[in-house]
């Protein structure tokens, strides 16, 4: 098991910038792939960005394509999430989370994923 820890959220104006982060600590962290999801009031969770073990692989939701860089440092086991030109539909709270050990490819399914952050709260205004 691993232990994910969120910050970075806050509350931003439209067009502007926040980086979240995500400690990580536990089991071997650069062997798996990590995530990051998020959930707005009255609606499911979803995917926003994955990054591979290496952190040479990226996948993102079109939405935020272009806009979020998903990026993790494996000595200092983090992972983070950089989100410029940010839209008020972009308002939610964020989830950082790992998959399992050995599962070093990056996936949009939340079930592929084992373990979860308490989440950080990013409301973007217009």
């Known amino acids: 098991q691993v232990q994910l820890v969120e910050s970075g959220g806050g509350l931003v104006q439209a067009g502007g910038s926040l980086r979240l982060s995500c400690a990580a600590s536990?089991?071997?962290?650069?062997?798996?792939?990590m995530g990051w999801f998020r959930q707005a009031p009255g609606k499911e969770r979803e995917f926003v960005a994955s990054?591979?073990?290496?952190?040479?692989?990226?996948y993102y939701k079109h939405s935020v394509e272009g806009r979020f860089t998903i990026s993790r440092d494996n000595v200092l086991n983090t992972v983070h999430l950089q989100m410029n030109s940010l839209k008020p539909e972009d308002t939610a709270v964020y989830y950082c989370?790992?998959?399992?050990?050995?599962?070093?490819?990056?996936?949009?399914?939340?079930?592929?994923?084992?373990?979860w952050g308490q989440g950080t709260q990013v409301t973007v205004s217009s």
């Open positions: 536990g089991r071997t962290f650069s062997r798996s792939a």
């Open positions: 990054i591979n073990w290496s952190g040479d692989n990226t």
């Open positions: 989370a790992a998959r399992p050990e050995g599962s070093s490819w990056y996936s949009w399914y939340s079930y592929e994923y084992d373990d």
